[in-house]
Every structure is written in C-alpha cells, then in structure tokens.
C-alpha cells in the first residue's frame, strides 16, 4: 500500500482538456480526492481522439484517480451544486475564459463567501488581464508568444515538436500553486484566489537563457543550452543517435577524449577549457561525429562509460520503455487487468507513487458525490429529472 | 506585499546546479525560508559561467531569495551543524549521488531520528535503484534515455535544444512532492522520504504521447503534437513566423479557411474533419503556407483573429519580453537597482509571487544562520577557526 501524502484532501476540478486536469491528476496520484464536474456533454478531451471513446488514453492520463459528475452549471440547481461541492471542498480548479464563472454567479467572491478557506485555482491561457487576455489560447500560441518555442525551433522554419509543453507545464505549475494555496489556508485559515497562466509558465521556464538575456541582452536560440551545457548528439556507424552531456568538469573533456582515441585533442587550444569548447562547438561536433561513424552505438555507449562520460542512448517512446534502467525504476504500471499506465515521478518507499483507478466515465460517481454533500434520493432523482445531473 | 503563501515552512537546500535548487527557488518564491547547505567552494553552478562572477544570472535565476552557508561536510563537526539545521527544518532537498549522503552519516534513516517529522526530497538522476543507477547523469542523458528528447529532435538527425528540460521539470515535480510531504506530515506527525528522478519525470511530462503507446502500441515522434493538435507554423511574406493552433472546434477550421479567402476548403473531404486535417497535415501544411507567403504576419494576425481563430507571432525571447502581453502580466520584476528578474508564474491579487532578494553570495548568511540554531558567537569563530563554516 503507497502512501496517499493527499489523503483528506478534496478538490472539485471544473477543468477542460490538459491545464487544469494535469494539475487534477498530479493531486489525484498523491492521494487527494478530485471530484471532476464536468458539462453535460464531458470535457472536451474526452472525444478528442477520433475515436471517440468515452475514455481515451489521451483522456485518462489527464484524469486517472478521479471521480466525474456531469452537471449544468447554465441551471440554477446545477450552480447550487456546485456551491455546495465548493463549500465541501479545500480546493476548486477552473479553466474556463476569464470571466466566465463569474458571469455564473460562481466566481471566486461569491465562493470566499460560502467556503472562507477556500483555495481557489484559476488557470488562464495568457492571463487575466492585460490587452490580450481574452484571445482564445492553446498550446501553441503560448509556446510562441512566450519565446520558449524559440528555444526548440529554427525560426527560419519553424516547426510546432515536442509534447503539449505550455499545457503541462502550467498544470504542474498549478498543482504546486494549488499545496502552497493549502498549506496557507491551513496556516491562516484564510483562502486565496491563485491564477496560473500558459503564457507564464512558458515565460518562467526559460530558465538561464531568459536570465542570461535580461541580465546581458544575449538572446538564446535552439542551440543555446547545446552550447552551454556542452551536449551533443552523434550518429554511430549502425546508424543510432546518442548522446553525451560533458557539463563543466574537465575530466568528461579528458574521457571524452580517450574514448575517442585521440587524446592529443584534451589539451589542444581550440578546445581546452569549456569556454572554448562553446565557442568553437560546431568544430568539436564534427570532430565527434567523424569518430562516431567508425563504432556502433553499443560500442560508443560501453567506452565512454568506461572513461565515466555521461551519455546514453538517444531513445524512442517504445525503446525507453522497454529500457532496463526504466523498467527497474517502475514508473509504469502494469495492471493484471487492463493497459499500463503512468505514474507520477514521485517515489516514497522504493515505489512511484500514482492513482490505481483509471479515469471514469462520464458522471460515473454522481449519485456517490451527491450524497456526500447530503442530498437525498428524492433530490437527486429530481436533479436527474430536470437534467441538472446528467 | 504579496502574500508569502509558504511562511514558516524551513528549507534546508545541500543541492547543487540546477534540479534541487530550481525546487528551492520555487519554494522560495512563496515564501519559504530556504537556507542553502554549500560546499567550501561552492554550488559548482556558481562557477558554471566562464566568466566565474560569484552570482551569474543562471546561478541567481535558480537561487533567488535563499541565504547561504558554506559548510565542509567531510568535517565531522560539519555534520554536526548539518543534523542541526535538519533538526530544525521542515524538509531537506538533496541532490548528490545515490549512497552518498549515507556514507557521510546524513542520510534520511539518520536525520529522521533527529526530526521525525523531516521531510527528505532526494532528487536523482537515473533513479536511486536499478542497473544505470550510479551513472553519471546530466540533462541530455535522462531526455536521451526517457524518449523524451525523440519528441523534440529528428532521430536520423539529432540536435540538442531546448532549456534545461529534464533538470527543470525534475525540480518542478519535486517542488510539488515537497508540499504534499510537508501536507502529510503536518497531519500524521510523520515524515516521509520522497525521491524525484529525472529520469522519470521526463518519462511522466511525455503525457498523452506516452500514453497513446502503452494503449495502441504508436510511437509518437516530435511532428505527433502538431499533428494531434492541429498546429501549424508559418512563414509570412516579410519572413516573420507565426503560429496557429486549431485544436479540435470546428470553428477555428472554419475561420482559418475564411482568413485565407479559401472557404472552398471548408468542406473539402481531404480537410473536412480534424481526423482528415490529422492524416493530411502536410498537404493542408503546403496550401497554408503558400497562403501565408501573400501577406505580413501583422496582417495574418489581424485577420485570423477577425475569425478567432488562435494564432500568435513566434517571437524569440527578447520579443516576448517586451510584447505588450507579456509586459502586461508582471512576470518580470524590473527592480529600481539591479537587473530585472523572472518570478514564479503564479499570481495572487492581480500580481505574480517572487522572492525579490537576489541569489546569496557563497556563505553570505553563515552567522545568522547559525546563530538561529543556537550557537554562540564563540562556537561559530571556533567552526570557522577550523575552516568547517568557510
């Protein structure tokens, strides 16, 4: 049994797609309950995949450890509900357009009100204000106003790659926005509105190169952090890329070296200390990458471990995954029953921890968490009637 | 004054570079008390920037707001200052190699003797188990071995890019383990050990990729989101990028194809639903950006946003500070004296959380420091007499 680090936490997670769901789940694999109120028709990501199950793949590792309730927040009963989820709750994440809940009567003023701990999270695209706020916002359009795009892309031709970064990042961002907000109330007893913003977290996670630049106008590319962190990806003569991160001490320079059998090269001026490895990498690339083509990858990988050179191989979803290093680790889990699924990266014991139960089907826990905050049989089956619980 | 979310909590910080001490910034930004545990000469990121100033910006964007103490570990009474400050505190981060903290007599099955309600992050970086364990690991290693990086980079072709992003999300993650440790031990009166990897945090943030392989056996690839989502990049007539990203509604197909003066387009059957813009992205790819050639990007913005369709100039980061969005929100701190700064992206009251005190020169808060452990001024000039406090 994993310690649930959560449990007794409650959380109503009126959220959409990945933001606010990712930080949903991040709390639902350490122990909280997340109650998902969803529209009538489910968060949209539910049929994002053409497929159209209730629960994709894509749906559930956004959503696992939750319970769902369908409820119409544009009828006074379903906005009643979900005062009374909120006045239950520690927590209410919320992802829709700035304003919106308000215009429902159920913004962050009126739940204080009800519910005076409240931890109340507001997850935006570019913010609440400001001359943009209400621009309709996805994960592109934070990635590339934010500048952090230009870290991945070539903006001669750009491309869109990687996973939905502005989306997770934010909910990760949140999840943890969301603990302080409770460890504060706990404190205080008083609750707080936090907002968290695509645009911002793609902003914050710019890291050194956003520092390097507001402290001396240097403006990163792509390859910035190639160059600093002294990294560099190589093909072997079997055709597999790996990779070797030489960070600053020297002795990875000087094993890199032998590895390759050209030790001439540790003290050769171009090269010798970090600073002249950033300044003359495409050099050094070539260099490596000439020597990369006379060995297999195997090989490469066994002597530069022998040498003690960080490096690895550069792997595909499907490799990684079947790698003994991740497979000892567990971050998957394997069910007896039904697919495997991903874990949070958190261990405790040895073990990673996450939620067992797979995300639900729409409303599939309404009856249960109508009855926790005390309705009755008869009140639920009129909110059924009048389609407020669907 | 903006609410210190996290008052009270203590931090002792031994964490070197960029993963433990991107959790204690975090932590520092809401308003913990991080004291930063260094060696005699230093966090080796302090020296990371070939100009060796004692804060560079990467050291101070990742160190902003803790005070500092240079303490010599090998010393046993270097230790002994250790268990104090653990003693004291609420939560050590600790980031050295697997064993090694053990073998110095300060590992967690020690200090929770001393403070039973510790909690104890131990960041590693292929995990603290399994055969690659002890491998030396830097950033590009734990993206290469996750399949995280396949999701950036072309695999026949690779290149490093991107920040930091396995350091990074590997000190987000375990920031937010932090808090809900801290959560449960507040209210069990037990503390836990908790251990991030980068290894697995970069297999976790892989998201829906990683699931659509465990469930259907597809390996995604770093064009799977652009795909998936329905994001495009574009090169406009004066060669500036811009990006667009339909995501699922059809309205935002529909207003693209009206932007472009091609409403024929709408109900073409190679375009018609998301799952035939899926299969045929590179053809819709070809016909946008032949379009995109006729106009300026200002132009292009200004008419997709007529149609609301989300879209944003891809700006480089030098752009996107100075974007009237960006400038907006706050997310930057421009102090009176000094360089201007990047805070949290979390906001409270209309304004984004930050620890506005600069990184700490090495040791700069020693004698504080000790003096609220409770020591005298004698015993700290004897400590330092003995080069254990430097």
């Not at 649930?4 to 122990?31: D, K, Q």
């Not at 309730?69 to 509900?81: C, F, P, Q, T, W």
């Not at 003023?109 to 935006?124: A, H, K, S």
């Given at each position: 049994?994993?310690?649930?680090?959560?449990?007794?936490?409650?959380?109503?997670?009126?959220?959409?797609?990945?933001?606010?769901?990712?930080?949903?789940?991040?709390?639902?694999?350490?122990?909280?309950?997340?109650?998902?109120?969803?529209?009538?028709?489910?968060?949209?990501?539910?049929?994002?995949?053409?497929?159209?199950?209730?629960?994709?793949?894509?749906?559930?590792?956004?959503?696992?450890?939750?319970?769902?309730?369908?409820?119409?927040?544009?009828?006074?009963?379903?906005?009643?509900?979900?005062?009374?989820?909120?006045?239950?709750?520690?927590?209410?994440?919320?992802?829709?357009?700035?304003?919106?809940?308000?215009?429902?009567?159920?913004?962050?003023?009126?739940?204080?009100?009800?519910?005076?701990?409240?931890?109340?999270?507001?997850?935006?695209?570019?913010?609440?204000?400001g001359p943009e706020s209400?621009?309709?916002?996805?994960?592109?359009?934070?990635?590339?106003?934010s500048g952090l795009w230009?870290?991945?892309?070539?903006?001669?031709?750009?491309?869109?790659?990687?996973?939905?970064?502005?989306?997770?990042?934010?909910?990760?961002?949140?999840?943890?926005?969301?603990?302080?907000?409770?460890?504060?109330?706990?404190?205080?007893?008083?609750?707080?509105?936090?907002?968290?913003?695509?645009?911002?977290?793609?902003?914050?996670?710019?890291?050194?190169?956003?520092?390097?630049?507001?402290?001396?106008?240097?403006?990163?590319?792509?390859?910035?952090?190639?160059?600093?962190?002294?990294?560099?990806?190589?093909?072997?003569?079997?055709?597999?890329?790996?990779?070797?991160?030489?960070?600053?001490?020297?002795?990875?320079?000087?094993?890199?070296?032998?590895?390759?059998?050209?030790?001439?090269?540790?003290?050769?001026?171009?090269?010798?200390?970090?600073?002249?490895?950033?300044?003359?990498?495409?050099?050094?690339?070539?260099?490596?990458?000439?020597?990369?083509?006379?060995?297999?990858?195997?090989?490469?990988?066994?002597?530069?471990?022998?040498?003690?050179?960080?490096?690895?191989?550069?792997?595909?979803?499907?490799?990684?995954?079947?790698?003994?290093?991740?497979?000892?680790?567990?971050?998957?889990?394997?069910?007896?029953?039904?697919?495997?699924?991903?874990?949070?990266?958190?261990?405790?014991?040895?073990?990673?921890?996450?939620?067992?139960?797979?995300?639900?089907?729409?409303?599939?826990?309404?009856?249960?968490?109508?009855?926790?905050?005390?309705?009755?049989?008869?009140?639920?089956?009129?909110?059924?009637?009048?389609?407020?619980?669907?």
């Amino acid at each position: 049994m994993t310690p649930r680090l959560l449990e007794g936490i409650r959380i109503i997670e009126s959220a959409n797609v990945i933001t606010g769901p990712f930080a949903g789940m991040m709390l639902a694999h350490l122990g909280a309950e997340v109650i998902k109120v969803e529209p009538p028709n489910g968060d949209s990501f539910r049929n994002w995949d053409p497929k159209k199950k209730s629960v994709t793949p894509t749906f559930d590792v956004y959503n696992r450890g939750k319970r769902s309730i369908a409820l119409d927040l544009k009828k006074s009963e379903g906005r009643e509900v979900f005062k009374q989820l909120a006045k239950s709750a520690d927590v209410v994440i919320e992802n829709s357009r700035p304003g919106a809940m308000e215009r429902l009567g159920l913004g962050w003023e009126v739940l204080r009100e009800i519910n005076p701990g409240l931890v109340y999270c507001f997850i935006t695209g570019l913010g609440s204000w400001g001359p943009e706020s209400n621009q309709p916002t996805f994960d592109a359009v934070a990635q590339a106003l934010s500048g952090l795009w230009s870290q991945f892309t070539d903006l001669n031709s750009p491309e869109p790659v990687g996973p939905p970064m502005a989306d997770q990042l934010t909910g990760l961002y949140a999840a943890f926005a969301i603990l302080a907000g409770v460890e504060s109330s706990r404190r205080t007893g008083i609750g707080t509105k936090l907002e968290v913003s695509m645009l911002a977290s793609c902003i914050a996670f710019q890291g050194s190169n956003l520092a390097t630049f507001l402290s001396d106008g240097v403006v990163s590319s792509r390859r910035t952090r190639a160059e600093m962190s002294q990294s560099y990806a190589l093909i072997a003569s079997d055709g597999l890329p790996f990779a070797i991160h030489l960070s600053s001490p020297q002795k990875f320079w000087e094993g890199l070296c032998r590895s390759i059998g050209q030790p001439e090269l540790i003290d050769d001026p171009r090269f010798v200390g970090k600073s002249d490895r950033i300044k003359n990498y495409d050099e050094l690339l070539g260099i490596l990458q000439q020597a990369a083509t006379t060995d297999s990858r195997a090989s490469w990988l066994e002597r530069l471990r022998v040498n003690d050179v960080p490096c690895a191989p550069i792997l595909d979803v499907s490799e990684a995954i079947d790698h003994p290093q991740v497979r000892a680790l567990g971050i998957i889990g394997y069910p007896s029953q039904g697919k495997p699924w991903v874990k949070a990266p958190i261990a405790s014991d040895g073990e990673y921890l996450g939620a067992e139960v797979p995300a639900p089907l729409l409303s599939a826990d309404a009856d249960q968490i109508l009855a926790d905050i005390g309705l009755s049989e008869e009140d639920i089956a009129e909110l059924r009637a009048k389609s407020v619980v669907c």
